[in-house]
DNA sequence: AATAATGTACCAAACGGTCGGTACAATATT
DNA sequence: AATATTGTACCGACCGTTTGGTACATTATT
């Protein structure tokens, strides 16, 4: 790792920070210039501008994600899994003390409702996310552990959907029971309640 | 009506469909006055600031969707006044092309992780939404109408967070799908379907 | 005449971004 | 071995624009 990598990498990591709490349209360049220390030519010089930087942070960030999601799995059979996955979600905003939000639905709803690049990289990791718990329920159904009615696709779409509003709501409330109650929800229509 | 008022009236309106549209931070005074007309000068005569002219547009914004959802309550037993209720909100959003998605929502999230009136305000637009789906559960379940173990308190406000997700998604994919789909597995948990 | 309403000019601060230039190690040339 | 060249990393002053907001004179309305 050269010497100017480690710096990106450093500035990355202090900018994903900021971004997570304060979101992207109100965090500025000035703000991660603070943060770091890095100075303002050479900030420039590992980003081409805000965006770069920005879209940087999203991918960063949805790469760290679904690692982390994919790092809960232990049960095996497929609807544990996705208990797994949800339990993962709420335990990595309890310890931000629900402070952030997702940082995707933020920047989906930052965006408004331009066409630009944020909002297609976010409309890709809600996909990759629906993909994920849409082949988890396929497999369910396959083995019959899936009530009649529940088909994977739209409900892998619907969970994501749940999700989100529940991040949202447990986030401005800075409490846990949004999330615990929408996902107990989930649980009893996919039979596990 | 004097004209002032009217005058008031009139920036109010078109603030609102500017806010609906881009969301608040990322409306301008410069924008309102731009669309309006009006003079910058007499615009900080009616409102004293960007948070007044703001928090007047969020309150108006909210009466309206109440009356709105009021009027639209055709069934006659609860649960059919909810499913009343979820369809308005459909048809209000698909009216706009699901463009700027619910400024309540949006509110809550640019606002961030502040404690300030925004959040206040749009704390007690859902608390009054929450209150509203509490009690026409609370009736289904005193006629027998609501499945077993389904409390009134937590659906309400599971039924929002579903619907603030939804809504988040229709206007992310710009179709209309997430909200009819989370709609049908809202009425499911019902009984309704 | 008093007050309510409006119009115009202006302000300081913050914004994202550009610019010319420096420091220095690695490589090429002589 | 000495010198010249190149590329990476970094610096801080400066730019134009936009921001929310103010000051104050002027015009309608009552």
Chains 1, 2 share one sequence.
Not at 56 to 71: M, T
Not at 116 to 122: A, F, S
């Amino acid at each position: 790792m050269t010497k100017g990598e480690e710096t990106r990498a450093r500035v990355l990591e202090s900018a994903m920070a900021i971004v997570n709490r304060k979101g992207l349209r109100n965090t500025s360049m000035q703000d991660i210039i603070d943060e770091t220390g890095v100075k303002k030519g050479n900030l420039y010089f590992h980003f081409s501008g805000k965006d770069d930087l920005g879209l940087s942070i999203i991918r960063e960030a949805a790469e760290r994600y679904f690692e982390y999601l994919s790092k809960s799995l232990s049960s095996n059979d497929p609807l544990g899994k996705i208990r797994n996955i949800l339990e993962a979600v709420l335990r990595f905003h309890r310890r931000r003390g629900f402070v952030g939000g997702c940082i995707f639905g933020n920047t989906a709803l930052e965006m408004g409702d331009t066409d630009g690049e944020y909002t297609v990289l976010v409309k890709e990791i809600f996909e990759r996310w629906v993909r994920i718990l849409a082949g988890l329920l396929r497999e369910a159904g396959k083995s019959g552990a899936l009530p009649a009615g529940i088909r994977p696709e739209p409900m892998a779409r619907h969970i994501v959907s749940v999700m989100e509003g529940s991040i949202m709501m447990a986030r401005l409330y800075k409490r846990e029971d949004p999330m615990v109650e929408s996902m107990g929800y989930i649980q009893k229509l996919l039979g596990m309640k």
